[in-house]
């Protein structure tokens, strides 16, 4: 098993992107985006740091949830650095430029995003691509690449997420929506005060982290099935991906804890 990331071993991800030992308490893992003086864009730093992040918190088996957030009460993620951009002369950004969980990123637990502001460009990609959201009273939402003459193709998968001229609003307005109005869509699952903002996220993410591991990546594994393929096809992966589940020690497990009226002891097998 990889040790969670520590500061002394990789500097970057303690420097610009927060995960250690001390960030899982209660199976959850909390990852921090942190640099807030920019607004936490994303240079080959930070997106070097959540790759390393991502994959430590994956391979620990302590850790049952994680939490996306970033530092200071202001901005999420701006999305990505365009000055680097300019420096080092990219145009299309190469497919393993972002952590895409799922996609490029191999993450088989659920993931919240708690958005403490701004949430703009490839920080709505970060937003798009976790399993839930809990979003400050401040925050808001922004597909802002047509104010710099960019492209956005990664939000394709919120064309799922929101309604068709929502998505004609932010792509071609590039003017932000807020938290409130992302609640009302859907996109949110909760929105909350700033002060709030990680006490919410955590409950949402010991409430998942009590239950059993095999069926929570297994829901997972359905949702994502189902998003990528038709109904019927989906309904007949569904019964593939929970036949694990059922077989489980933990499938007997459950029962027995409710009929002996305690807490179940999850064995993730």
């Not at 500061?7 to 942190?34: C, K, M, Q, W, Y």
């Not at 998505?167 to 992302?182: G, K, V, Y």
């Given at each position: 098993?990889?040790?969670?990331?520590?500061?002394s071993?990789?500097?970057?991800?303690?420097?610009?992107?927060?995960?250690?030992r001390?960030d899982?308490?209660?199976?959850?893992?909390?990852?921090?985006?942190?640099?807030?003086?920019?607004?936490?864009?994303?240079?080959?730093?930070?997106?070097?740091?959540?790759?390393?992040?991502?994959?430590?918190?994956?391979?620990?088996?302590?850790?049952?949830?994680?939490?996306?957030?970033?530092?200071?009460?202001?901005?999420?993620?701006?999305?990505?650095?365009?000055?680097?951009?300019?420096?080092?002369?990219?145009?299309?950004?190469?497919?393993?430029?972002?952590?895409?969980?799922?996609?490029?990123?191999?993450?088989?637990?659920?993931?919240?995003?708690?958005?403490?502001?701004?949430?703009?460009?490839?920080?709505?990609?970060?937003?798009?691509?976790?399993?839930?959201?809990?979003?400050?009273?401040?925050?808001?939402?922004?597909?802002?690449?047509?104010?710099?003459?960019?492209?956005?193709?990664?939000?394709?998968?919120?064309?799922r997420?929101?309604?068709?001229?929502?998505?004609?609003?932010?792509l071609?307005?590039?003017?932000?929506?807020?938290?409130?109005?992302?609640?009302?869509?859907?996109?949110?699952?909760?929105?909350?005060?700033?002060?709030?903002?990680?006490?919410?996220?955590?409950?949402?993410?010991?409430?998942?982290?009590?239950n059993?591991?095999?069926?929570?990546?297994?829901?997972?594994r359905?949702?994502?099935f189902?998003?990528?393929?038709?109904?019927?096809?989906?309904?007949?992966?569904?019964?593939?991906?929970?036949k694990?589940?059922?077989?489980?020690?933990?499938?007997?497990?459950?029962?027995?804890?409710?009929?002996?009226?305690?807490?179940?002891?999850?064995?993730?097998?």
């Amino acid at each position: 098993m990889q040790t969670p990331c520590r500061g002394s071993e990789l500097p970057l991800v303690r420097r610009l992107v927060s995960f250690g030992r001390e960030d899982v308490r209660d199976h959850v893992a909390t990852i921090t985006i942190n640099r807030p003086g920019k607004s936490n864009a994303l240079n080959a730093a930070v997106r070097g740091g959540l790759f390393e992040a991502f994959a430590a918190a994956n391979s620990d088996s302590d850790v049952r949830v994680a939490i996306l957030t970033g530092s200071g009460e202001r901005v999420f993620c701006a999305g990505a650095d365009l000055a680097e951009m300019v420096t080092l002369g990219i145009t299309t950004p190469p497919k393993d430029y972002l952590p895409i969980l799922r996609k490029n990123v191999d993450f088989d637990k659920p993931v919240i995003a708690a958005v403490n502001g701004v949430a703009a460009a490839g920080g709505f990609l970060l937003v798009q691509m976790c399993d839930l959201v809990v979003a400050s009273n401040t925050a808001s939402f922004a597909i802002t690449e047509a104010r710099r003459g960019r492209g956005a193709p990664w939000a394709v998968p919120l064309t799922r997420q929101l309604p068709r001229r929502v998505m004609a609003e932010l792509l071609l307005t590039a003017e932000p929506i807020s938290a409130a109005r992302a609640y009302d869509l859907g996109f949110a699952n909760l929105v909350v005060d700033p002060v709030s903002l990680m006490e919410s996220a955590f409950r949402m993410a010991r409430a998942i982290a009590r239950n059993a591991p095999l069926s929570v990546k297994a829901g997972l594994r359905m949702l994502q099935f189902a998003d990528e393929m038709g109904l019927k096809a989906a309904e007949q992966v569904a019964d593939e991906i929970f036949k694990e589940v059922y077989l489980s020690e933990d499938a007997r497990e459950g029962p027995r804890a409710f009929q002996e009226k305690r807490e179940p002891v999850w064995q993730g097998r």
